[in-house]
């Protein structure tokens, strides 16, 4: 806010000793000069012009201008000039205590605005799983969110090994953490809702800020060395199904999972090294996705197999709740086709 023409004007009124008759003209208020003028001159008579409303630039202090000596400022400085007084007294004269307000307010929101930017930028830096992420094998057996994961997990058929429960509140709570590894380091995680909620999305990942997304990443339960067979699934659950069904017969059956219905060009070069065999799921969005699958290994020049469950299931863990891991195991060996245009043509028909 301004400095108050009103006040202004009543403080020139308490110095009419060395201002002189006050003349207001429109937004001006002329006054004699205080200021030296050059010698021989007496002609100082309403020559100190101010502007409590701003001048041209609008300024929140005021301005004035000496006509003969040359002077000018702001109103604040000519008080304090005047008052021998501090800025703050100033303003507070003039009416004009919103001022420091105003610049106090401006500098509070440039700080948070700074600490903001700053929290972004650590964000957009930091990958690290949610808060309160727990290793469900490190609980109390006793702990009520470990048996929530441990039941949930058994009724899946599998097991808890290197998976996270959220023991707190927030947008994760109630989440079994999937995280996603390379070399030793967490790349991504997704995380699965078990509670008892409805509308509450089943999957979320990490902060969006973060800028890296599922098709940025691959989740494997384990990274085979190049020139291995690479199971590929739509989910994380099917992924850890083909791979623990694989251990349960000390078999090694490298599997991963993209998270959708198309392979990005990242994840194509992470894969390119292995044999790829697409598992995808038995619905018609598994359909479909299988075919620009295919079309995408193609174009970047890969081959690939693929195999799918049976119709009477509708991913590979449906299938590991029914039958067990070794029919699992042995239904994927036997039915592996290649993935070429005839193939295609019979599955999309």
């Known amino acids: 806010m301004k400095i108050s023409p009103e006040k202004f004007i009543e403080w020139c009124e308490n110095h009419e000793d060395r201002f002189g008759q006050i003349i207001v003209h429109g ?23 101010c502007n409590p409303y701003g001048g041209k630039k609008n300024a929140n202090c005021g301005v004035f201008h000496c006509w003969k000596s040359g002077a000018h400022g702001s109103l604040i400085s000519l008080v304090m000039l005047c008052d021998s007084c501090d800025f703050e007294t100033a303003a507070e004269i003039l009416g004009g205590q919103n001022v420091i307000l105003r610049n106090l307010e401006k500098k509070l929101k440039e700080f948070f605005e700074n600490r903001d930017k700053k929290q972004e ?20 057996v006793y702990n009520y969110h470990r048996v929530q994961a441990e039941v949930y997990l058994f009724n899946r ?15 994760y709570r109630h989440r079994i953490i999937i995280p996603y590894f390379r070399d030793n380091k967490l790349i991504y995680f997704n995380s699965r809702y078990i509670g008892n909620l409805n509308n509450i999305p089943k999957y979320l990942g990490p902060d969006k800020r973060l800028g890296v997304g599922k098709d940025d990443v691959l989740y494997l339960p384990k990274w085979p060395k190049p020139g291995n067979k690479l199971y590929l699934t739509e989910g994380e659950f099917d992924a850890l199904s083909i791979y623990y069904s694989g251990q349960s017969i000390k078999k090694d059956l490298y599997s991963g999972a993209f998270g959708g219905k198309n392979l990005s060009d990242k994840q194509v070069e992470m894969i390119r090294a292995y044999h790829l065999v697409l598992c995808l799921d038995t619905d018609a969005a598994g359909k479909e996705g299988l075919g620009k699958m295919a079309q995408t290994l193609q174009t970047k020049g890969l081959a690939a197999t693929f195999v799918r469950p049976p119709k009477i299931y509708k991913d590979w863990n449906g299938m590991l709740q029914k039958v067990g891991s070794e029919a699992l195991v042995y239904y994927l060996l036997k039915n592996e086709k290649p993935l070429n245009d005839i193939a295609l043509l019979r599955l999309l028909s």
Do not use: C, M
Not at 27 to 49: A, Y
């Open 157 to 171: 058929k599998l097991p808890t090994d290197g998976l996270y429960i959220t023991t707190g509140g927030g947008q």
């Open 121 to 140: 930028e650590e964000v957009a830096n930091t990958l690290d799983l949610p808060p309160f992420s727990s290793l469900i094998t490190e609980l109390p």
């Open 27 to 49: 937004n001006e208020v002329r006054l004699n000069t205080i200021f030296p003028t050059p010698s021989g001159r007496e002609d100082h008579d309403h020559v100190l012009w």
